[in-house]
């Protein structure tokens, strides 16, 4: 099922955020082209590398977020190469961009310069503090300066940094939802507009129940490690005599007894200290050592099927090579030409991707081909500019 398979998204975004909306597009089928800058060799997450990662110009960071798209390499600072893209906005329905505010407007890549050519273009930009705000947004500041960071980590440890870029991640699920909006708009009215999503934004608007830990319990949130500050045992992780580490997500009373049913331990879901949620999360330290006590003495395996069997929400910690080999999860993986990557659409209407998604592009592989089909520029005419420097 290819739901927008006669959309033309033009991307001219770099990193996590902007193409991953645009891998989200490609997933459903939208023709997506991926205009790099020749003068920067393109997608600055080519080059991330982990150590000791022997790949081409598609780094594994790369291929993330970069799935059934064509890449087309062209030098913007130049007036020639700024021209085609404003050909291919012309014939485009949704533009994406990441640019620090004022450069797109240098580039001529802005929305009120494209959109005079096309006024039903929707034109999605992300930045990191808004249009107004000069600063660059990084993931990893955003994380720092909107809260996550320090609620991330030990009691008394040091703040962390979380391990994916989640707030761009974040950001690029709500672009997805203002360009859906936008979309369903402009089949009512015909005209497009712009849709602006700041990471600082997203990032704040998903604090969730942490914020209103602040706002109405009046409680300042505090780093507690992985436990939950309103729900006891739940994020908890305990280690089972064969050595493997569980974490119980236990979210009722009745959850509860039965747990403590299952471990062998009936009378703490009666202990005074223990017998509702509130008093549980109160005395967290108290049942935590009971729990740890009890889970030591049953092997993982012995445990996961009890409390399965019981209903009771809990699960092994794995590490990423377990998941990506879950058989029951290979539907979110993607395959072709001996690369793997994960899909940006999980829900209704998953297509199949093996029909019609492409491998993450290399540099420039698509540029003539691009300009050829879209732009209808003749093989002498591509040439030229080829011989120019104004594209790849």
């Known amino acids: 099922m290819n739901e927008l398979k006669d959309l033309v998204v033009l991307e001219l975004a770099s990193v996590l955020a902007g193409p991953g909306a645009g891998q989200f597009f490609a997933e459903l089928g939208a023709s997506v082209i991926k205009v790099e800058n020749l003068k920067t060799s393109g997608d600055v997450t080519r080059g991330w590398k982990s150590s ?6 598609r780094s594994a960071y790369f291929c993330s977020v970069n799935w059934g798209k064509q890449s087309i390499a062209v030098d913007l600072s130049t007036l020639a190469g700024q021209d085609i ?6 014939r485009s329905d949704i533009v994406i961009a990441s640019y620090k505010p004022g450069d797109a407007e240098k580039l001529r890549v802005d929305y009120k310069t494209l959109s005079k050519e096309n006024p039903a273009l929707i034109y999605g930009q992300i930045t990191g503090y808004g249009s107004s705000n000069p600063r660059v947004g990084y993931d990893a500041v955003i994380q720092a300066e909107s ?7 030990e009691p008394g440890g040091r703040s ?5 870029a989640l707030m761009d991640v974040l950001a690029s699920h709500h672009l997805k939802e203002g360009l859906l ?7 009512r009215t015909g005209k497009g507009q712009l849709v602006e999503v ?15 830990n602040f706002l109405v319990g009046r409680q300042l949130p505090e780093k507690k490690g992985s436990a939950h500050p309103n729900i006891a045992p739940y994020g ?14 236990v979210g009722t009373d009745g959850q509860f007894a039965r747990l403590c049913s299952v471990l062998k331990i009936h009378r703490v879901s009666e202990d005074d200290r223990f017998k509702a949620n509130v008093l549980r999360v109160r005395n967290r330290a108290q049942l935590n050592t009971v729990l740890a006590a009890a889970v030591s003495e049953v092997t ?10 019981e209903k009771i929400p809990a699960g092994l910690v794995r590490n990423v090579r377990e998941v990506m080999t879950d058989p029951d999860l290979e539907h979110i993986r993607i395959s072709k030409d001996s690369l793997a990557g994960i899909r940006t659409y999980v829900g209704p209407g998953m297509p199949d991707l093996s029909s019609h998604i492409l491998p993450p592009p290399h540099f420039g592989e698509h540029t003539r081909a691009v300009l050829a089909k879209m732009l209808k520029f003749s093989p002498t005419a591509i040439e030229e500019l080829f011989l120019k420097g104004i594209i790849q």
């Open 52 to 57: 000791g990662e022997n790949t081409d110009d």
């Open 85 to 90: 893209v404003s050909g291919l906005a012309s």
């Open 147 to 153: 809260g996550f960071m320090y609620l991330n980590g």
């Open 160 to 164: 962390l940094k979380m391990p994916v």
């Open 181 to 187: 909006l936008a979309l369903l708009e402009r089949a």
């Open 198 to 212: 700041s990471l600082i934004d997203a990032a704040v608007a998903s604090l969730a129940n942490q914020a209103t």
């Open 236 to 249: 908890d992780v305990f280690t089972t005599v064969d050595g493997k580490e569980i974490l119980l997500a």
């Open 300 to 309: 993982a395996a012995d445990l996961m099927k009890a409390l399965t069997e």
